[in-house]
């Protein structure tokens, strides 16, 4: 990372402004130590005060601090790219999407002033990366190290893809919808950034292309001017820069479907619902697990002893959540923690705890939290199948002083 660091040095320059000299951050104790040495906090363009994971690619995490809120601010929000040519607001002027492929009987494309005039619709949903909280796991999982800042919950608007599809004359015989971005990669060999979902998730009146993000323009970072969301999914299928859609009678078959992104059949995270891309032995990973965060008090951080509360968010992959617990003592005993108000199936729920009188000394807090549909998070430390959806609950070290 150090390396990369340094090549990356005259696009770092341009990129970011002024890192945080001095400022410094607790973070967690499970990360490897060479992660921990080399994160800092940086601006960058409509970006504040963000983790640095690697430059080129571009990927920035969020600090634990911004998940204090049900709605994760634009300038906070996380940002992933898998390849090293990302483009500019510049680079997207004169956008349009073009909707083709086999499953189409009138190819078509779209200019934003379209996408404008179309009926639109509006989620509140959380996107999450695969890789979340991977960089926590032991033993640890090669990839970037993220922590517990990759993913983030926004207010996504704009016209449903199905709408989009049937404009363009979808037949019954679409099996996939193949997605592709405007980033591309400098390093030949390097196969472009394609994707697809089966074409139910595709006709989900909350799978939607969004053209605005928390009454805002997309970031240029999170994929100016149009992305595709897909509510209750992992965020490798929202397609950012969306440039064009393809429906097709057929499997997407490239290394970001049929290598990566994958888990073996019968693991904790795999799923039925993508059958044209399982195999005999993996399926491509698609529902979030259940998780959530304890985001205030902060990790080392110092807590009266007279009374402090606890408080976080919980999300899952669209039953919603229906209870979060919370233990002072690392997972040994558990208090039912209240919950804010449903803001709808895909968004975080808000939980908190107040602590009674304790005891000065170090404790180790937890949440763990339940669906709608019964779905918790399991305590054992069982290393997921390639480090995805990591929900094992996050210790956080406090001291009551
Ligand atoms: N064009 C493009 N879209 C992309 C990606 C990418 O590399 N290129 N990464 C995906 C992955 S893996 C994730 S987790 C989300 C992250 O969205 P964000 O960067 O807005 O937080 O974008 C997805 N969409
Ligand atoms: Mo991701």
Not at 6 to 23: K, N, Q, R
Not at 312 to 339: H, K, M, Y
């Amino acid at each position: 990372m150090r390396r990369r660091n340094l090549i990356g040095g005259v696009a770092a320059a341009a990129l970011t402004s002024p890192a945080f000299a001095g400022e410094s951050t607790v973070l967690p104790e499970e990360l490897p130590s060479g992660a921990r040495q080399v994160l800092r906090f940086v601006n960058l363009p409509d970006k504040r005060r963000m983790l640095e994971l690697s430059i080129r690619p571009p990927n920035y995490e969020t600090p634990v601090d911004a998940f204090s809120e049900a709605v994760t601010p634009n300038e906070r929000f996380f940002v992933r790219y898998h390849l090293d040519r990302v483009p500019t607001a510049d680079d997207m002027d004169g956008w349009a999407l073009r909707i083709d492929g086999d499953a189409v009987s009138r190819p078509l494309q779209l200019k934003m002033s379209d996408l404008l005039d179309m009926p639109s619709t509006e989620v509140l949903s959380v996107c999450q990366s695969a890789d979340y909280r991977r960089g926590l796991l032991q033993p640890h999982v090669a990839g970037l190290q993220w922590g517990e800042g990759a993913m983030g919950a926004a207010l996504w608007r704009g016209p449903s893809l199905a709408q989009v599809l049937q404009r363009a004359g979808l037949k019954p015989d679409a099996l996939e919808i193949w997605t592709r971005g405007g980033d591309s990669s400098t390093i030949p060999g390097v196969p472009p950034y394609q994707k697809s979902i089966p074409i139910q998730k595709a006709l989900d009146t909350n799978t939607i292309i969004a053209i605005s993000m928390n009454d805002a323009p997309l970031p240029v970072l999170n994929g100016y001017p149009a992305r595709l969301v897909v509510p209750g999914w992992v965020g490798t299928y929202w397609m950012k820069h969306l440039t064009h859609i393809q429906a097709s009678t057929k499997p997407l078959v490239n290394f970001w479907m049929s290598d990566d992104y994958r888990v073996p059949n019968g693991s904790a995270s795999h799923a039925h619902n993508f059958p044209s891309q399982a195999t005999k032995d993996t399926a491509p990973i698609t529902e979030l697990a259940v998780n959530s965060l304890i985001a205030d008090p902060l990790e080392g951080h110092e807590v009266d002893r007279s009374g402090f509360s606890i408080r976080g968010v919980a999300w899952d992959s669209g039953a919603g959540i229906n209870r979060v617990e919370v233990s002072l003592d690392g997972g040994r005993t558990w208090q039912d923690s209240l919950l804010d108000r449903p803001l709808g199936p895909y968004a975080f729920r808000r939980f908190s705890l107040l602590a009674g009188l304790l005891r000065p000394g170090r404790y180790r807090l937890l949440s763990r939290a339940t669906s709608m549909s019964g779905e918790t998070q399991g305590m054992s430390p069982e290393r997921r199948a390639s480090g995805y959806n990591n929900n094992v609950p996050q210790g956080i070290p406090v001291v009551v002083t």
